[in-house]
Structure formats: structure tokens, C-alpha cells
């Protein structure tokens, strides 16, 4: 065959579409006459070329149908290949149609040639079917969240068997769209797609149910990127924390399939290992009655660090009957949790070095006061505060023989501003994946990254008093009021366009109900009809998701992919 991508002499145009006839020619003949009947000859009479011409490029028939099936499977994997983005539900559908268009293509070509003795063309086929498993394990394999499949790879064969039996079973007459339907139907129920990973994932934001929690996946991938790059720049491992975002989807863009992650419940710690992510640092006080459920992830190979701040839970931990690893937690400034002196330090940190069944991996703190302080100058001035003192915490441990090779910092504030962090292993950002207000507020981000907003609907003008209705209130925006007494007071949040997220000068929710928000500022009213879609920015990001179940993730006014959230605190077990 010629390459496509080369440019064609005439000599070379007229090689190509002698070829292409005889491919056709062969196709047609192969179904219409049967295999014993769609000789060289007539193949090359049909096609309107010689046999010596057809014997230029084909070594015998055998060749010539090897030929048809290189084609129609070339032109199925190219497309196949192309099908990377979206929810599984989403995926499958536009596989069943590229199914449906080569059957429309290639009316009854795919059986007859899989009923050919030829050596070549069986090999070619068993070729294609161990192509299709391998790329429908991955895909199943990267929508975890979305199927009940125990065992991706079996599944995938059996999908492949169930489609190749179907097509197979289709004749020139048949309908394809009736077959594709019957297909997609079949593989829904193989694979247990989730309802809640297909709803919507071909809609708009003018199509989809409000309010409901919209991700705009080019912001997320600004944001995820410079984090990174900020990570590198410092010098220190990245290890987000997951509980802003709860996401698996979000996971695997910020840091792989595998992690390292930072947790905020063991629900998370659980979820996030069922998919893949083994190495997790839970980071929350740790209390005695937990240990037991964190014990059950680790017999599984799961590492989770631990933070630990109390001398009787480090006894607990030291005496139970399973291996832990350990960071003593100190407190940077926050006064939340921690430990406040280099005694405490010291006593935590022997008793939990000297038991067999733990691990001291080292310490960690949390600058959360970071987001109390008014400048810029003071937020530098904690995150040096939150480097230094767990650069001084692990040189205590490290003069007194105790081993401490981790040194953990992080919030977002912190990681942005710090000028620094020598002496410091580790960064544990979160709120910087989706962005909010209140982080747009201290310069920590810009509005324009804030990527995750509530989408809602105007639910009534009321302008007598000059306010907009939409349905997103309370319970939607979260009560949340971070920018309160700031300069930069959004009330219950800001109103942005549906589609390019960008800001609506002026317009805020100044106030809300269980289901209502009202709007106040400069309201155009006619570009905002009654039924009409908004965003509102939130003003504190880990908050407001709380209430919803998923993300609806955009390209611009395209929902492209539904992202499902894990809330909660205890296992469904």
C-alpha cells in the first residue's frame, strides 16, 4: 500500500486508485457472488482494470480479500483510537457507531471474509479481536468509577465476543442502526454501566438539570500544571490533597494512576485504594477506634501514613497488632491540631520508633492560618513559619537518633507564597485543583482559574426590588461566607457566564434560601430570560462540592464527561 502521507506522482495517483477499485470490486463480489465465485477475473473486470494490472499489486485472490480486510480494519482502529475522551457510557456508544457506519460501509463484508479459509484473514481477525480486548480493558481500566466489572480484562473479551458475534450475524439487508442499538445495549449490560456516569455526558449547559457542579476542564489543567511546576520549582514532591476535589478522575490528571495523595476521611482513603491509589497519607489526627479500619487497607498493600499527635494513641498504635506508618504532627501556628513543644515531639516519636509493628516516616504540618492574614507580606511570612518549624521539628528527631526522612508542608496559601522550602520533602496543596473565591481574594489564584462554579437556572425577575431568582441557594452554594469583611466580599458568590465562566460585572448572590438565590447588582434582564443558565463562583470550593454527587465536566458549553465525587465518612461496607 502507499503511504497516505506522502505526496503522489500522477503514475503513483493511478497505482492507488487501481488498488482502491480492486479492494471495492473484491468487497462487493465477496458477498453478492461468494468466495468461489469472485475470481481474480471478474474482480478486475468489475473494478474496470486488467488482470495483469490487478497481478501487479496482488499475489493471488487470497491476497486481494487480505487486502479488503487491512482496509476495513485500518479504517476501524484509526477511528477506534480517536475515541479517548468522555464517560465510559459516552465512549461506548461512539464505538457502536463507528460499528454501525462500517456496516453501512462494508455491507456484509466483516462475515463473509471472517467465513474465508484464508490463513492470512484468520490471523488478521484474531489480530483485530486481541486489539479490541487489550483497548477495551484499558478503557474500563480508566473509568473505574463508572462500571461493576470485577475483572476489566475478562470483561473487555467478552464485550469483544458479544460485538464480533453480532457483527458477524449481520447481512447485507440488515439494518445497522437496529444491530449498533443491540449492541450498545448488550455491552451497557455487561460491563454494568453506572446510570449516574451517563446522565447528560452529551449535553449542554443549556440542557442540563440545575443546579448541578460544573468543572471546566481546560481551568483544571492550567491550575494542575502550575502546581506542578511550582512543586518541581521548589524542589519538593507533590502530594495533593484529594478532599477538595474527592475525584478519581481529578487524581489520575494531578498526579497518575497511582498517586502519592493526601486523604481527609478513611471513606476517601478506601475509595481512592480501590482505584489504584496505593500510597496515601490520612491526613487527620488519628484516634485509637480507626486503627482497626486503617489496618484493613494496609493487609491489602496499601501504604497509609498516619498523623499522630497524642502520646496514649501512639501507645495504641505502637500496641496493635498491625504495621503502621507514622508522621508526628506538629503544630506550625494553626493551634488546630499538633504537637506544641519538642517534649511532646520527642515522646510520641520514641514510642513510636521503638514498636515493631510501626514505622516513624516522619513529620507534618498544616499552615491553615495562612488564610486568616491580610497581605501578601504575612502570608511569606507563614509559609516560612509552616517550613521552618517542620524543618525544626525533624532536626529535633534527627539529633536525638530518631530517623525522619519525610518533612511535610501544605496548603495552598503556603505553596504559592512560600519563597522556599529547603529542609522540606513534601507539599500537600488541595484547594488549587478547582480554585475559589476566597483563593482568587488573597492572590493565591486568579478568578479566571477558578475552574469548578454552580450552574443555575433564573427562576423569576423580581424588579421591583431589583433582584434575580435563580434555583441555587443554600444548600447548592454551601452557607459558606470565607470572603465576609474582606475587601473582596462575594457574598454568597458571583455570577458568571454560563458558558465562558467569565465574571458578569457587579452581579453577586447577596442573599439565599434552602432552594433560592437572589441576585443584586446592575441585572440585564433580557439577556437573562426566565430559564436561562448561570454560573456562580463559589467562595469556598471544598464546601460547596460537598453537596453534589459529580462533576459535569465542560469543553467550553459541552458536557463532554461526568466525573463521579466520593462524600462521606464511612465505608459502604
Known sequence: MLDDGRRRTPAQSRSRASVDAVIVAAAELLVSEGPARATTNRIAKRAGVSVGT???????????????AERMFEEVLTQVGEVTEGSLSDRLRRMCGILIDLMRRWPGVYRALDALPSARCR???????????????????????????????????????LADGLARSHGPDDDPSAIGGEVL??????????????????????????????????????????????????????????????????????VGPGGPLTVSTLREAEHFADHG???????????????????????????????????????????????????????SGEDRTGVQGPDDLLAIARVLHASPHTTLRGVATHGGHSYGVRSHKARVAIAEQERSVAVGAAQTLRQAGLPCPIVSVGSTPTAVHAAHLQGVTELRPGVYTLGDL???????????????????????????????????????LSKDRSTAGWPFDAGYGLLADAVTGEVLEGLRVDSVHQEHGEVVGPIPWDRFPVGARVRV????????????????????????????RINGWHSDG
Not at 490487478?54 to 486481494?64: E, I, N
Not at 486489539?131 to 470483561?155: F, N, W, Y
Not at 496499601?302 to 504532627?329: D, K, M, P
Not at 463562583?537 to 463521579?564: E, F, K, Q
Open 277 to 331: 491509589f496505593t500510597d496515601l497519607v490520612y491526613a487527620v489526627a488519628i484516634v485509637p477506634d480507626r486503627l482497626d479500619r486503617v489496618a484493613r487497607l494496609t493487609r491489602r498493600g496499601v501504604r497509609v501514613q498516619l498523623f499522630v499527635e497524642n502520646i496514649e494513641v501512639a501507645g495504641a498504635i505502637a500496641a496493635h497488632s498491625a504495621h503502621f506508618e507514622t508522621l508526628v504532627e506538629v503544630d
Open 123 to 161: 490471523e488478521r481477525f484474531e489480530s483485530l479481536r486481541h486489539q479490541a480486548a487489550r483497548g477495551g480493558q484499558a478503557m474500563l481500566e480508566s473509568h473505574p468509577t463508572e462500571h461493576s466489572a470485577v475483572d476489566p480484562a475478562a470483561t473487555a473479551r467478552m464485550c469483544v465476543l
Open 438 to 476: 476566597f483563593q482568587a481574594g488573597i492572590g493565591s489564584q486568579a478568578v479566571d482559574d477558578i475552574a469548578c462554579s454552580v450552574l443555575a437556572t433564573v427562576l423569576s425577575h423580581r424588579r421591583a426590588s431589583g433582584r434575580l431568582i435563580i434555583d441555587a441557594g443554600g444548600l447548592a
Open 54 to 68: 490487478l497481478y501487479q499489486y496482488f499475489d493471488d485472490k487470497d491476497a486481494v480479500f487480505d487486502a479488503v
Open 537 to 564: 463562583l463559589p467562595n469556598h470550593i471544598c464546601m460547596t462540592a460537598a453537596s453534589y454527587d459529580r462533576y459535569h465536566v465542560l469543553d467550553g458549553a459541552d458536557v463532554t464527561a461526568v466525573w463521579p
Open 185 to 254: 445495549d448488550h455491552l451497557m449490560r455487561l460491563v454494568g454501566a453506572h446510570a449516574a456516569a451517563m446522565d447528560c455526558a452529551d449535553g449542554t449547559v443549556h440542557t442540563l438539570s440545575t443546579p448541578a457542579l460544573v468543572l471546566d476542564r481546560a481551568r483544571l489543567a492550567r491550575n494542575l500544571d502550575r502546581m506542578a511546576h511550582r512543586a518541581r520549582h521548589l524542589g519538593v514532591r507533590l502530594r495533593p490533597h484529594i478532599k477538595t476535589t474527592k475525584s478519581v478522575h481529578v487524581a489520575r490528571l494531578a
